[in-house]
């Protein structure tokens, strides 16, 4: 596909439940960002990968939040024991290179919905 | 902290007017400021990005302008369409922060007939 992949679009969890977020980043893009974006509100940095490394982490709530890019190209985030304040769209982004100026591009989100 | 708000909060226009959103920043130090347009259930998507020496970048119908001086950036839309609506948000990022963007909580704008 030409653009950032997010799956599932949807997601609903009972508390305690461990979830897992998938992104596709656009082909060749080195750097990914995680974003939350919690309703009516702008989204806030999660964490930042350059390739495969884990280059910013700032953003996580909580160590409940964890995640991954083991290869440099597909990223999960995988939220455990989940909690009512996590319930909100996550997006994700890639661009091609590293630089500040460098234009992110987003997925549609994973809305995720904890009961 | 860096912050960055956007004034107004929600706008209604009629179709084929223009309107101005407004944004400040306290982001530093600088390094770029872009306009984001998200509709509702989709990611953002770039309209503008403008570094320290812009001070005036068009995409089409939309025109962003920034002054560092004063923190100030402005989103001015002509002649308005329906699918405009949408919520336009202001993103700023602070040198040697590895591409970080910080995000205002945006304008929701809707065009009516």
């Known amino acids: 596909g030409a653009g950032v992949s997010q799956s599932p679009r949807y997601k609903v969890a009972k508390r305690g439940q461990d979830v897992a977020l998938r992104c596709d980043p656009i082909?060749?893009?080195?750097?990914l960002f995680w974003y939350q974006q919690a309703l009516g509100q702008g989204p806030e940095f999660l964490t930042y990968?350059?390739?495969?490394?884990?280059?910013?982490k700032s953003g996580l709530p909580s160590d409940r939040f964890f995640a991954e890019r083991p290869e440099g190209s597909v990223s999960t985030l995988k939220i455990q024991r989940t909690q009512q304040e996590d319930s909100a769209v996550y997006l994700c982004?890639?661009?091609?290179?590293?630089?500040?100026?460098?234009?992110?591009?987003f997925g549609d989100g994973t809305r995720l919905s904890i009961l | 902290k860096n912050q960055v708000e956007q004034s107004p909060q929600s706008l209604i226009i009629l179709e084929g007017k223009n309107c101005t959103l407004q944004?400040?920043?306290?982001?530093?130090?600088?390094?770029?400021l872009r306009w984001y347009k998200q509709d509702t259930g989709r990611g953002p998507v770039s309209l503008t990005i403008?570094?320290?020496?812009?001070n005036t970048k068009s995409n089409g119908r939309y025109t962003a302008t920034l002054d560092a001086d004063t923190k100030q950036s402005s989103l001015h839309i002509t002649a308005s369409q329906l699918s405009d609506s949408a919520s336009y948000i202001c993103?700023?990022?602070?040198?040697?922060?590895?591409?970080?963007?910080?995000f205002g909580t945006g304008t929701q704008l809707k065009v009516e007939l």
């Open positions: 944004c400040n920043y306290t982001v530093s130090p600088f390094s770029n």
């Open positions: 982004a890639s661009s091609l290179g590293q630089g500040e100026h460098q234009p992110q591009h």
């Open positions: 993103v700023v990022s602070a040198t040697g922060g590895g591409n970080k963007l910080t």
């Open positions: 403008m570094t320290f020496s812009e």
């Open positions: 990968f350059q390739n495969e490394a884990q280059l910013d």
């Open positions: 082909s060749g893009h080195v750097s």
